[in-house]
Every structure is written in structure tokens, then in C-alpha cells.
């Protein structure tokens, strides 16, 4: 698909749920770029104020920025009846919260989105949702897609084992869903959900699965362990050691924040994406450890850690980008070792994105 497309936003209003956190208002400034106006809706309590404000760019006094609860009935339907597309992104979008408090996440990932689906589906104006989705969902991946490789695939096997110390699954929209934890299986409902609210009213969506997210102005968050490159940029800084969970061997595909919201606003509007599922990934499997590196490259004192594996965090894979690309005609075009290069150099000039927080661990008070 051409950029051409982006043009059918001109002059369009775009609803995106989670519009003020860090994906949603990246996917704003795009939707901006592209000349449609974003009305972001938005609880604006995931962060102190002035992480909104000073971070993300964002106004509470913009008559753009709704803020408001996604479970909340009234708010919805208005914000809804007013748009010609919407972009589901809010989300507690943290796995180690939504397993500390599935009813949080219950509340939030599956209550919220059935509001939401439902004023869509009563909407006649809203042209295409966009249901944010998550790797996740694909947990370990299925046991079997290796049992009885080919020549070919034992040749592939041996390569990635001698590389990342196993074999780590490709991920094709196709493959059995199998989440690990309250946050993928609350994701999981809402692709099932969609298809089932909107599938029967004609209204046209397209479920987009993120791989891992990263990349600046993104901020850590306490007792979380999601966000990686954040995590080990951060602790880097302030001379912590970078803990490797499970010895680091866990396998992501690390997409930059930036493409996750161009590809976003690409599958508003490209013509095949109709009623898609639709992985928005590399297709470059990157361990752990190999995400330590690049840190250190910035950080060279760095220690590394091995920590235990927390509960939910799935052993992962990398995406199938085939559909991605043959869809919406694109390929995420930031390589992970200028992201992470770009994610450092911001650190460095945004020090006040260091929580307090973490630099008050004795660790960090002592370097």
C-alpha cells in the first residue's frame, strides 16, 4: 500500500482509546501527520502528570483529549458517535499488574472493550476499529510445530540452537493461541470479541497483534518487568545491573514504538485489511541477552545479573510478517540497534524520565 492511502484520513476524526499513554500518542501524532484529527480518550492516570505533559506531549486542557473511563458507557458513546474510525489501544497493558489483579484487568481489558464494541456496532458512522492485540496471545507457541522437521527445518533448528540455546517458534497468524498469563488471555477475548460483536453488524476491523513494543519517550513502570529495552537502558544508567530473567535466554521481536504506529494507522485504511488478524513484527527473532548487549554497548560498566523467571512471562518468538507485508504493503523500518542507540542518547537527554523511584535503590544512590 501506498502512502497515497493515508490520504482517505485527511479531514477524518479518529478515535483512539489509550490515545494519551505512550502508543496511543504516537499513533495520534501519525494519525496528525496524515492530516485526520485524533480525539484521544483516556484515564491519564497510568503516570504522573507530568509524564503526560513533558513526555508525551500531551494537553488535559485539549478539547481533543477526553478524559475519561473506557467502561464508561455515556463517555464512549459520545466519543464514538463523533469519529469515522477507531483505534482501540487502552489497555492495562502490563503483565506482572494484570496478574497481581486480574479483576484490574478484567475491568479494564475485557469490560472496556465490550463498552467500546458495542457503541461501534451501534454506530453507522464508524468506517473500520482497529483492535489492538498482543504477541502474547501466541504464548510458547505450539509444541509440535517441530516434531517432525524436514531436512531443511533440522538444518534451521540447529542453527537457531546454536545461536539462542533453543528454537524459537515463528509465530503465523494461523498458529494456535495459547496465552500464558491473565493480560494474553484478556487479549485473546478481545480478538474473539470483536469478531463476534461486529463480524454480524457489517462493521468492518482489523486485529493488529504488537510484538514487543520499545523505544523512546517510553517509562518504566515499579514492579513491572515489561518493556525491556526501557528496563536495561534505565537500570544502565544509573550503574544498576541488568537482571536477565531465566538467564536472559527468552526470545522477542523488538519493534520501535514508531513503526507499531504507522502500521496502526495503515490498517484503518488499507482494503485488505478487512476483518484481518494481522502480526505487526520484524520477523527478526532477538534473545534477552543479546538486548543486555546493545545496552552495554552505550553502558560499557554494565553487570548483568541472572534472575529467576517471573510468572506469565512466555519463552516468546518472533512474528510471521508475510501477511504484514503483503497487507499493508510496509515493513517496520527501524533496526534494533539504532533503537536501542536512540532509546540511550533520549535517556541521556530526558533524565528526568529516570523514576525516582529507582534512583533512590541503594544500588543507585552508592554509583
Known amino acids: 500500500m501506498h502512502d497515497n492511502r493515508l490520504k482517505e484520513l485527511a479531514g477524518r476524526t479518529v478515535l483512539v482509546t489509550g490515545g494519551a499513554g505512550l502508543i496511543g500518542s504516537r499513533i495520534a501524532a501519525c494519525l496528525r501527520r496524515a492530516g485526520a484529527r485524533p480525539l484521544s480518550l483516556c484515564t491519564l492516570d497510568a503516570y504522573p502528570q507530568h509524564t503526560y505533559r513533558d513526555l508525551f506531549g500531551i494537553d488535559p486542557a485539549d478539547p481533543d483529549v477526553i478524559v475519561g473511563n473506557i467502561q464508561n458507557p455515556d463517555a464512549v458513546k459520545k466519543a464514538v458517535a463523533g469519529s469515522d474510525y477507531v483505534i482501540h489501544a487502552a489497555a492495562l497493558a502490563d503483565v506482572a499488574a494484570c496478574t497481581r489483579n486480574p479483576m484490574a484487568a478484567i475491568h479494564t481489558n475485557i469490560t472496556g472493550t465490550q463498552v467500546l464494541l458495542d457503541a461501534v456496532a451501534a454506530c453507522e458512522r464508524v468506517r473500520r476499529l482497529v483492535f489492538v492485540s498482543s504477541a502474547s496471545v501466541y504464548g510458547n507457541g505450539n509444541p509440535d510445530d517441530w516434531a517432525r522437521p524436514s531436512e531443511e527445518c533440522r538444518a534451521v533448528r540447529q542453527l537457531l540452537e546454536a545461536v539462542y540455546g533453543r528454537v524459537p517458534p515463528q509465530f503465523h497468524e494461523h498458529t494456535p493461541l495459547r496465552p500464558m498469563s491473565v493480560y494474553a488471555n484478556s487479549k485473546a477475548w478481545g480478538e474473539s470479541q470483536t469478531t463476534l460483536t461486529l463480524g454480524p453488524m457489517g462493521t468492518s476491523y482489523t486485529v493488529v497483534r504488537y510484538f514487543s513494543v520499545y523505544g523512546e519517550p517510553q517509562v518504566i513502570k515499579e514492579s513491572s518487568h515489561s518493556w525491556v529495552v526501557a528496563w536495561f537502558a534505565t537500570r544502565a544508567a544509573l550503574g544498576l545491573p541488568l537482571h536477565l530473567n531465566g538467564g536472559g535466554h527468552q526470545v522477542r521481536d523488538l519493534v520501535h514504538v514508531e513503526d507499531i504506529a504507522t502500521a496502526t494507522v495503515r490498517a484503518l485504511v488499507a482494503p485488505r485489511a478487512h476483518n484481518e488478524t494481522i502480526n505487526i513484527g520484524t520477523g527478526t527473532p532477538t534473545s534477552i541477552r543479546k538486548v543486555a548487549e546493545l545496552v552495554a554497548e552505550h553502558r560499557p560498566d554494565t553487570r548483568f545479573v541472572e534472575t529467576p523467571m ?58
Do not use: C
Open 310 to 367: 517471573p510468572p506469565g512471562d512466555p519463552l516468546g518468538g518472533y512474528a510471521g510478517t508475510h501477511r504484514m507485508e503483503t497487507v499493508l504493503g510496509w515493513r517496520p523500518t527501524i533496526t534494533l540497534k539504532e533503537g536501542v542507540a536512540r532509546y540511550a542518547n533520549w535517556l541521556d537527554n530526558n533524565p528526568g524520565a529516570i523514576p525516582v523511584w529507582l534512583r533512590s535503590q541503594p544500588e543507585a544512590a552508592a554509583s
